[in-house]
């Protein structure tokens, strides 16, 4: 065979080759067996499920072992146990290595044991337990916030991370909360003191003993003194008497209303700020603002049955400028301030006294001259006596109620009634308030409210 045959043959056999290569690869392809799929099996978490086939199989296995287990109990016959939520496959083959079926293994959360321990621990609450993937779904309508939340604690023994809330809370969840300060003040004081003068007036010397204040060094417009004065030659005597007896009484009140949800907080201030320099350490003042007066926060939780269970904080301040600091020419004044921090429960409706605080100043003070003011009668011309007493009470009472919310027209407000007068109205009739005046509805019958008698608080 000359070489020109032999490399026309060798190109023939690549030519016939290649193709023929080509197909060999494509004819490869890998096939996934199918199978007959079964129903899906759910299998509750810490429990077994025993499952029978129809056909005898000779292998058996589990994708993920950590959320379920199995054992064969025959060639038929299929233990399987819930080990964690979750989602797998069970695969069968018979003898022959074809696969017969896979099964698709759900392991839920064991709802039944959690639903019998949700109707032991909430009786009568209308909610409703469902499984999800690998999880709990509360769904329904509870009674209370605290219903709720106990539902939910107790679902997260069964589900941890795995809770999903779909409650509503029933009933009404906006608390009204209408509080009460009272605080009395009463203050007394009497003072008694007498003095006594002798002065001599001679032609070589002047002489004077005596004690307490002399007439002439008295102010003429007080009132609660007597003096005695006379002259028995060169020597002057002067004698006063000084009694007096002062009392005062103060009253303040406030009655702040507030209404919030179930679980939110609410704020309150009837007062203002005071403002407080503060050295900003390089030379300069900032000045901070402190609040006082009548401050009022609460946070109202409805509990079941209508129980209101109450954290309040209430209080009241005002400046006091006997306890002010003075410093590089700044005068700052203190604050004198009660405060009651309690938690309360109550029902709609009920009320509370959080606090009755009662203070009680005594001062007395004694001066006399050293041995004359003992003597009996006598003795009191030479000692002047004072007395203080300061009392101050506050009565704090809280009163709770569930409200729910009304249309606009329902409501009026004192300024209903008034209208800007017109100029005929006003100077040809003197009508403060115009005819135009609401005629109907809520606004109409405070509109027709006369402006004579009290208004406000009235305190007698």
């Not at 979750?86 to 896979?102: F, H, P, S, V, W």
């Not at 001062?363 to 009996?376: A, H, K, L, N």
Request: aromatic share 6%.
């Amino acid at each position: 065979m000359t070489l020109k045959r032999m490399i026309c043959a060798g190109l023939f056999g690549l030519a016939l080759a290649a193709p023929h290569g080509a197909v060999l690869a494509q004819s490869e392809p890998i096939s996934v067996l199918q199978g007959e799929t079964s129903a899906p099996l759910r299998v509750p978490m810490n429990r077994a499920v025993v499952v029978e086939s129809e056909v005898p199989f000779a292998e058996l296995s589990v994708a993920n072992p950590g959320i379920a287990d199995i054992a064969t109990l025959s060639d038929r016959t299929i233990y399987v146990l819930g080990k964690a939520p979750g989602r797998t496959t069970m695969t069968l083959l018979g003898a022959d290595g074809r696969l017969i079926t896979n099964v698709d293994v759900q392991v839920t959360p064991d709802v039944a044991e959690f639903k019998e321990r949700l109707t032991q621990i909430l009786p009568g609450e209308k909610i409703e337990v469902r499984t999800a993937n690998d999880g709990i779904v509360l769904s329904g309508t509870a009674s209370s916030i605290q219903a709720l939340d106990r539902a939910l604690d107790l679902a997260q023994r069964y589900a941890p991370d795995r809770v999903s809330n779909l409650m509503t809370v029933g009933g009404a969840q906006q608390v009204m909360l209408k509080v009460r300060f009272a605080e009395m003040q009463r203050s007394v004081g009497k003072a008694l003191s007498a003095g006594l003068t002798a002065a001599y007036v001679g032609t070589d010397a002047n002489v004077a003993i005596g004690t307490g204040s002399a007439i002439q060094g008295t102010d003429p417009e007080a009132f609660g003194r007597l003096g005695l004065g006379f002259d028995i030659g060169d020597v002057s005597m002067e004698i006063l008497l000084e009694a007096l007896e002062s009392k005062g009484m103060a009253r303040t009140l406030a009655e702040p209303n507030l209404t919030t949800l179930s679980g939110q907080t609410a704020t309150f201030l009837a007062g203002g700020e005071y403002p407080i320099p503060i050295s900003d350490g390089d030379g300069g003042i900032t000045v901070d603002y402190k609040p006082f007066g009548v401050e009022l926060g609460f946070i109202p939780r409805v509990l079941a049955d209508n129980v209101i269970n109450l954290e309040l904080t209430a209080a009241v301040s005002a400046i006091d400028p006997t306890v002010a600091i003075v410093s590089d020419s700044l005068s700052v004044d203190g604050f004198s301030r009660r405060e009651a921090d309690t938690t309360v429960q109550l029902r709609d409706g009920e009320s509370f006294a959080i606090a009755g605080l009662l203070e009680d100043d005594f001062r007395d003070f004694v001066s006399q001259v050293p041995w004359i003011g003992d003597i009996p009668v006598l003795g009191a011309l030479f000692r002047s006596a004072d007395y203080q007493r300061e009392q101050s009470e506050l009565v704090i009472i809280v009163t709770a109620h569930l409200v729910t919310p009304t249309r606009g027209e329902a409501l009026a407000l004192p300024t209903d009634r008034i209208r800007i007068p017109r100029e005929r109205e006003l100077f040809y009739f003197g009508r403060t308030v115009s005819e135009r005046a609401p005629r109907t509805g809520a606004a109409g019958e405070v509109a027709q409210q006369d402006f004579t008698g009290s208004y406000g608080y009235v305190m007698e």
